[in-house]
């Protein structure tokens, strides 16, 4: 008797919290079926968007990855990512610059693509290293350097972070400028017919001689010849290839083989890790945004 004198008042209170969640669990079904319709459909609008109007959504998309990351670190005070973020934004707004300047300079292009190839490599190499430290923490190894966990944790996401967002970033200026320098060259434009006439030992990336053959070891670079026939600098093709994100002969556009311009096994990965930095685009860009839309119909509707 005195057992269920006792127990009441819990069984009131544990009757009171089911009364007073009753109908979460319909909400939260609702929830999931309106982020997985708005997922699908954001998709579905994105992948129309890039295929009838690419240059818009690759402008767009190029300056979501801008500022997104920008107004969160901001509002989290992470004065690291800021500082970072403004000298690369001043160096690449210079390079920039100078790639959309009429008359084009002679030294700009092979300017502007080893500077944005030496960007590709450090945030590769940033990328990997961050990588490996998180891999190394999971494993323990961080503790034979006597290490604390979340130190080396915090150190190795925020490499990999660092290395994935200016590789993504640095992809997309590259893209943009290469597009602009094409074309003021003349030997490339969007309907494919070049204005110019180019040489056996001219680049057409660049407009530059080619100093050194094809069959020639280069000093400071060799010399590339595409199954088109068709030479360019190593800085130039590598550039416009693995950079710009060009997959055609800057001059004929005809496809370009990969796999003969880089035997290499160990430079194959960084087309793959290109095609990795063009996959994450999506998660940095659009994800938040959509995530936020997501949120404004629950508000709407009043699920939260």
């Not at 934004?89 to 190839?117: E, G, Q």
């Not at 959509?290 to 404004?296: E, H, R, S, Y």
Request: aromatic share 14%; with cysteine.
């Amino acid at each position: 008797m005195d057992m269920d004198i006792a127990t009441t008042p819990l069984r009131l209170e544990h009757a009171k919290m089911h009364a007073k969640h009753k109908g979460h669990e319909a909400m939260h079904a609702e929830m999931v079926l309106i982020l997985i319709v708005t997922l699908v459909i954001a998709q579905l609008v994105l992948v129309q968007w890039k295929q009838r109007h690419p240059k818009s959504y690759n402008l767009v998309t190029l300056f979501q990855m801008w500022v997104v990351p920008l107004y969160f670190t901001t509002k989290l005070h992470w004065w690291r990512f800021l500082v970072t973020w403004f000298i690369f934004s001043v160096v690449t707004a210079f390079i920039s610059f100078r790639a959309t300047r009429k008359p084009l300079d002679c030294t700009t292009p092979r300017f502007v693509y080893k500077w944005f190839l030496l960007l590709y490599k450090i945030s590769y190499t940033t990328g990997i290293v961050g990588y490996t430290v998180v891999m190394f923490t999971l494993f323990g190894i961080n503790l034979i350097f006597r290490v604390k966990p979340e130190e080396a944790m915090d150190f190795g996401i925020s490499l990999l972070f660092y290395g994935l967002y200016y590789g993504v970033l640095g992809r997309d200026f590259a893209e943009m400028c290469a597009d602009f320098m094409a074309s003021t060259v003349g030997y490339y434009n969007a309907s494919g017919m070049p204005t110019k006439h180019l040489s056996d030992s001219i680049c057409a990336v660049c407009g530059q001689p080619i100093l050194v053959d094809v069959s020639e070891e280069g000093i400071i670079e060799n010399t590339y010849r595409l199954s088109c026939n068709h030479v360019f600098h190593e800085f130039c093709i590598r550039g416009w290839c693995i950079v710009g994100k060009k997959q055609t002969c800057p001059y004929c556009k005809e496809k370009v083989d990969l796999k003969r311009m880089f035997s290499n096994p160990w430079e194959r990965p960084h087309v793959m890790y290109g095609q990795l930095l063009d996959w994450l685009r999506y998660l940095v860009a659009w994800q938040p945004i959509i995530i936020g839309l997501v949120q404004g119909i629950n508000y709407i509707l009043g699920l939260e």
